[in-house]
T-cell receptor, first 114, second 109 residues
Framework: DTGVSQDPRHKITKRGQNVTFRCDPISEHNRLYWYRQTLGQGPEFLTYFQNEAQLEKSRLLSDRFSAERPKGSFSTLEIQRTEQGDSAMYLC????????????FGPGTRLTVT | TQLLEQSPQFLSIQEGENLTVYCNSSSVFSSLQWYRQEPGEGPVLLVTVVTGGEVKKLKRLTFQFGDARKDSSLHITAAQPGDTGLYLCVVQGAQKLVFGQGTRLTINP
């Protein structure tokens, strides 16, 4: 399978704990995006990388959130001191340079904060 | 205020019926996409439309981009249970995708 992969698929954590999610994009895609989706809503943009550079961050990305893409390949999204409001599906997508609007999504990581 | 307004938000019909869902905006877009998302999965790209008035067909699904490139429709002919899912209308903001709230479609056998 050469699509976008995410790990873990599901994460249950207690409020106040830190969590980290991983995304592996399609290999030839240099752009990588993180989105968050809550129940009944469409995905909302969090942040975007072109190669290893983080070029844009949403206001949704509070200082408890940090994302990295150290070698321009896989990316990690860390949430520190999780809150119940962080419970959501976290989606990763990637795209090629020529067609940035055609993004291919991974299966998502479902986070539940108890 | 949503940039993209999708209607209806929920639709439940019987297998074999036809349906149309809509995506509307007051803004003009250079392109528009439709994605489908199944429960517990990420959205899957169905189509990209770029020209005003453009019509694209994908088996029983017909996508149309409005002449003024402000709106789009998705028509499904003879719906099947496998068409069940969340249909998302999507446009590109600066480097990122902007999603509508989606139409949750249920096809009953």
């Amino acid at each position: 399978d050469t699509g976008v992969s995410q790990d873990p698929r599901h994460k249950i954590t207690k409020r106040g704990q830190n969590v980290t999610f991983r995304c592996d994009p399609i290999s030839e895609h240099n752009r990588l995006y993180w989105y968050r989706q809550t129940l009944g809503q469409g995905p909302e943009f969090l942040t975007y990388f072109q190669n290893e550079a983080q070029l844009e961050k949403s206001r949704l990305l509070s200082d408890r959130f940090s994302a990295e893409r150290p070698k321009g390949s896989f990316s990690t999204l860390e949430i520190q001191r999780t809150e119940q409001g962080d419970s959501a599906m976290y989606l990763c997508a990637s795209s090629s340079p020529g067609l940035p609007y055609e993004q291919y999504f991974g299966p998502g990581t479902r986070l539940t904060v108890t | 205020t949503q940039l993209l307004e999708q209607s209806p938000q929920f639709l439940s019909i019987q297998e074999g019926e036809n349906l149309t869902v809509y995506c509307n905006s007051s803004s003009v877009f250079s392109s528009l996409q439709w994605y489908r998302q199944e429960p517990g999965e990420g959205p899957v790209l169905l189509v990209t439309v770029v020209t005003g008035g453009e019509v694209k067909k994908l088996k029983r699904l017909t996508f149309q981009f409005g002449d003024a490139r402000k709106d789009s429709s998705l028509h499904i002919t003879a719906a099947q249970p496998g068409d069940t899912g969340l249909y998302l209308c999507v446009v590109q903001g600066a480097q990122k995708l902007v999603f509508g709230q989606g139409t949750r479609l249920t096809i009953n056998p």
